[in-house]
């Protein structure tokens, strides 16, 4: 049992969640691969009925096939990203305490209660992004309605000069609504970035949840944000590294679309950078959700006479678990 917390600059955050993530990487990327795996097998069979509709002479359904399978993967896969992240939440909590945790116990830890995580990333996710979706939806609206860069005008193919300056108007507005909106969405973000390890470690509901997290990120939003910079610039240039053929094959070979050799080549790709790279945000943020109690809470000193058998266990749903599960290894 960890008894030695103590607060943490972000670098010594970034330091604890490197060492936890190379001592522990069988851990957190094999839960993650669960997500991971799902992911690779719903694209792998989205490219192979799109070959086989086109092998059937039915290109024109190939759309409405793409639509369909794309939302249907867009809901399954936000699922199971809910299962992920409060699973790598739970054994990042174990971990960072000094407790043992398996993949198979953090999973088990998170399902009872899984439905109230999938509930506070919708809610999380509705409040921080519905601006932003429709801004784009309004400007995707407008060009459909006036006919985009088609040219809505005349048979010669000249634009209408009233669509045209309804266009512009229309792109001028988005451009500049766009940056208050990034910075709503960027602010609201960092409000709700603790929500989900406050609500898998303290057995919080959605709400209350997200209250916890407002009021533990205040006066932080600096260093979460930078955290949160980091972390993406690691996933952004790991993620071009790989896929980095991708786009030289589709700059050599423009406006033709790519084989499915290469895009079934550049899933299994990205199966193996999703698992890796996956857990690195929810690790860090949990990491950075215990800093915050100890400066705010003194959860230190709390952790500290519990370790010494002072006070009563803190809360911690489901932590039984991890050590029944301990003997069973890392899979």
């Keep these: 049992m960890e008894s030695n917390l103590r607060p943490l600059t972000l670098g010594e955050i970034l330091d604890r969640t490197a060492q936890l993530y190379r001592t522990n990487f069988l851990l957190f990327a094999g839960i993650f691969s669960v997500y991971a795996g799902v992911a690779l097998v719903l694209n792998l069979l989205q490219i192979g009925l799109g070959v086989l509709l086109k092998a059937q002479?039915?290109?024109?359904?190939?759309?409405?096939?793409?639509v369909?399978?794309?939302?249907?993967?867009?809901?399954?896969?936000?699922?199971?990203?809910?299962?992920?992240?409060?699973?790598?939440?739970?054994?990042?909590?174990?971990?960072?305490?000094?407790?043992?945790?398996?993949?198979?116990?953090?999973?088990?830890?998170?399902?009872?209660?899984?439905?109230?995580y999938l509930w506070l990333m919708t809610i999380t996710a509705f409040r921080v992004w519905t601006p932003f979706v429709l801004l784009y939806a309004g400007l995707i609206g407008t060009l459909v309605y006036y006919g985009g860069f088609k040219g809505a005008g005349t048979q010669t193919g000249a634009v209408n000069p009233q669509n045209a300056a309804v266009l512009v108007v229309?792109?001028?507005?988005?451009?500049?609504?766009?940056?208050?909106?990034?910075?709503?969405?960027?602010?609201?973000?960092?409000?709700?970035?603790?929500a989900i390890p406050a609500?898998?470690?303290?057995?919080?509901?959605?709400?209350?949840?997200?209250?916890?997290?407002?009021?533990?990120?205040?006066?932080?939003?600096?260093?979460?944000?930078?955290l949160a910079l980091l972390v993406g610039v690691i996933k952004l240039g790991l993620t071009g590294l790989t896929q980095f053929f991708v786009f030289v094959l589709a700059f050599k070979h423009p406006g033709q679309p790519l084989g499915p050799g290469v895009l079934a080549l550049s899933q299994v790709i990205g199966f193996f950078t999703n698992s890796f790279l996956g857990p690195i945000w929810a690790a860090g943020i949990t990491l950075f959700y215990y800093d915050q109690r100890v400066r705010k809470e003194g959860y230190d000193i709390e952790w500290m006479m519990q370790a010494a058998g002072l006070t009563a266990p803190a809360t911690l749903p489901s932590a039984s678990v991890a050590p029944a599960e301990a003997g069973e290894g890392q899979a």
């Design 199 to 226: 609500c898998v470690v303290e057995d919080l509901k959605a709400r209350k949840a997200i209250r916890r997290s407002i009021e533990l990120a205040k006066d932080s939003w600096g260093r979460i944000f930078l």
């Design 57 to 66: 002479h039915l290109a024109g359904a190939v759309v409405w096939m793409t």
């Design 68 to 116: 369909i399978t794309t939302g249907v993967n867009l809901l399954v896969l936000f699922l199971l990203l809910g299962a992920a992240t409060a699973a790598i939440s739970r054994a990042v909590a174990w971990v960072h305490l000094g407790e043992p945790a398996t993949i198979r116990g953090a999973y088990l830890s998170i399902l009872p209660r899984l439905g109230r």
């Design 170 to 194: 229309v792109f001028l507005a988005f451009f500049l609504l766009l940056i208050p909106v990034g910075v709503y969405t960027t602010l609201m973000g960092l409000r709700y970035s603790l």
